[in-house]
């Protein structure tokens, strides 16, 4: 029973996927919470009240007043009620309208009058998500703090195929319980992410670069901000979305810009976890102008990198915890041991091109945390979020090394 004696508002709007939200609300329930419905009136155009309060034991709320007996439903008292709002499906206009403050029926004003944090899992056709206005109001729905659920890629209802269709109640329901299960563990600790790689220029059009997703990095982030940590993400070039509101996301290209962010925010944080694929070396020299095709062999000289890890492992002040990763292609362990040494970390995550679905562009990584102690521990191929929160339970609760 994850979710017992939560108290969750389940607001549903106009959208096919409407008829998704019964099994949500019976998954929520089968997890031990209330769930109170709040319909729009295009809602019930998809799935009727009668259904879902079949499902949940209350009645749904729709109108203002109940017409028969004019009985007001209170979205203030909702809002005090519940700890979470949940908006599965929102359609576009309702996005439109709870960026807007357009409190033209009962699902807006619970939504404006809501205490508990509100989560949102959009649902329309791929044109009208990728539409400007769509993406603005997200936009600005995330940075009123609400958590957007993104929509999943596929078939969609109009037989069109793209982005849009509403995440699955199973996804839905991880989500609300991993919001439950883990919020506040990491309450307001200040954790520097680096992610993804860096492009080194070698004249306005060409780089040097590495296969690095970021995916694994913004696992992270999204893990620790689930649990209360406010993060600052340092990122290279990637093309991933946090959805977060308390990650502060600072995007750089290049490995020098890397290093300037990273080593201008270290003083003041708790921990940094260097998930980032920087490059070590850069053109001496950039081209200022396209290299042209030639007869000739053209050699590029290499000069360094500063190494953002060792250069914060001699920051570090007592209290503040280091975690690197190493990507190793032979003599894993001894390598990654020397570098935890070298760069004065304190843990090191050892992951290896050697095993099939890990590393680079995947979803999915298996990987092995290795401690000053010298003491190692090996976890299977798992999803990158569930090897997030792998590594944020080993690095900051196991006992070897409690967080202060
Ligand atoms: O030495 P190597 O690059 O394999 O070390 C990997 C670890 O060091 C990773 O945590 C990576 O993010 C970090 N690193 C860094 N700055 C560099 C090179 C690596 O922070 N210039």
């Keep these: 029973m994850t979710l017992k004696d939560k108290h969750i508002v389940l607001g549903i709007t106009g959208s096919i996927a409407a008829y998704k939200a019964a099994s949500l609300a019976r998954l929520l329930i089968k997890a031990g919470a209330e769930v109170q419905i709040v319909i729009t009136p295009s809602g019930k ?8 309060s079949a499902l949940t034991g209350k009645p749904v709320v729709s ?8 009985t007001w439903h209170s979205h203030v008292d909702l809002g005090q009620w519940a700890d979470l709002m949940l908006i599965a499906p929102a359609t576009a ?3 439109g309208k709870m960026a807007n403050g357009i409190a033209d029926n009962m699902l807006i004003t619970t939504y404006l009058s809501m205490k508990a944090p509100v989560m949102i899992a959009p649902a329309m056709d ?6 400007p206005s769509t993406t603005r109001n997200i936009e600005m729905l995330r940075s009123y703090g609400n958590i957007i659920i993104e929509p999943a890629a596929g078939e ?3 037989h069109l195929i793209g982005k849009g269709r509403m995440e699955e109640p199973e996804k839905i329901l991880e989500v609300v319980e991993a919001f439950f299960a883990k919020k506040e563990t990491l309450d307001k600790k200040k954790i520097l992410i680096t992610a993804g790689p860096t492009y080194e220029k070698i004249d306005p059009v060409r780089f040097i670069g590495n296969y690095s997703s970021g995916k694994m990095g913004f696992a992270l982030a999204e893990e620790c901000a689930g649990r209360g940590a406010e993060v600052t993400l340092v990122a290279g070039p990637v093309a991933l979305k946090v959805n977060h509101p308390n990650i502060k996301r600072i995007d750089v290209e290049s490995a020098e810009q890397m290093y300037n962010a990273s080593v201008g925010v270290f003083g003041d944080m708790d ?3 260097l998930c980032a694929a920087v490059a070590d070396f850069r053109p001496a020299e950039q081209y200022t102008q396209k290299v042209k095709r030639g007869e000739d062999d053209l050699t590029i000289a290499l000069t360094p ?3 953002i890890a060792a250069s914060l492992g001699k920051m570090k002040k007592g209290g503040q915890m280091l975690v690197g990763f190493a990507l190793e292609t032979n003599d894993e ?3 990654a041991l020397r570098k935890m040494e070298k760069k004065n970390l304190d843990y090191i995550v050892l992951n290896s091109l050697n095993d099939a679905g890990a590393g680079f562009q995947h979803d999915t990584n298996k990987i092995s945390i290795l401690n000053r102690n010298g003491e190692r521990k090996d976890f299977p191929l798992k999803s990158k979020k569930e090897v997030a929160s792998d590594i944020i339970e080993e690095v900051f609760f196991s006992l070897l090394r409690p967080f202060k």
């Design 333 to 335: 362990e001894a390598n």
């Design 305 to 307: 990198n500063k190494d």
């Design 126 to 131: 791929l044109d009208m998500f990728a539409h």
């Design 156 to 158: 969609l209802a109009s």
């Design 63 to 70: 109108e203002f007043f109940t017409a028969n007996d004019g």
């Design 45 to 52: 155009e998809f799935i009727t009240p009668v259904t879902l």
């Design 271 to 273: 921990a940094a976890i």
């Design 93 to 95: 206009a309702t996005l």
